[in-house]
């Protein structure tokens, strides 16, 4: 009799320090700290700290919560030798510094639809005989517009180098076309508001980038001081 209670009181804290290790090993997988997954529980961090140390079990409610986060099965919580994979975490979307093949693909075609608008709108003007140096604008207003499309795919495949370099193009062609389309006295001046504009994007990414790595430090730091 005494011996099978030891047996259940030895299995239980066997199960204990499993899923103890398990909530541990499943939130760093997913790159979360102890104050996130109390944050999306919307619970106490001390409790998910004391249930890491083996000195709480979570209730049946928040481990099933626990791996929908995880996108895991509350067995897996119990299991001692699962290791976490790509197809059992969630891995936080990563941009990449350039487009892949597919990617840019989608946005040389995107240009193309705008080039291709550009080549239709100059046939038609030369059709109907308006100044020939007026239909060539089209080609030149068409550059900055192409980098519009390229900036819209770039802030969603890329990071912010690209974006910076993009928005650097789009500003100077911007400018590029305003002075061949309008013409006027001094109106060389545009290339002078440029510069302001081409210093306030180099200025924005180095604060992306600095706020980035800040913020990648302070995640380590806490990380560190949970374990």
Known sequence: MFYMQDYQLDENEKLRKVLANNLIKYRKANNLTQMEVAQKLAYSDKNISRWERGELVPDITNLKKLSQLYNISVDDFLSENNQPTKSTMKIKYQ???????????????????????????????????????LAWKVFVIAIPLSMIVLLVFSSLWCTNLLNCIVVSFLIWSVALAFFITFTFENSWLIFILAIPLQ?????????????????????????????
């Open 95 to 133: 941009k990449k510094r350039f487009f892949t093949r597919k990617q840019l693909l989608i946005s040389l075609l995107s240009i193309s639809i705008v080039w291709l608008t550009a080549f239709i709108a100059f046939f038609i003007l030369n059709i109907l005989n308006l100044n020939s140096f």
């Open 199 to 227: 210093v306030m994007d180099i200025l924005w990414f180095v604060f992306r980038k600095v706020k980035k790595v800040v913020s990648t430090s302070l995640k380590e730091e806490s990380k560190e001081k949970e374990s």
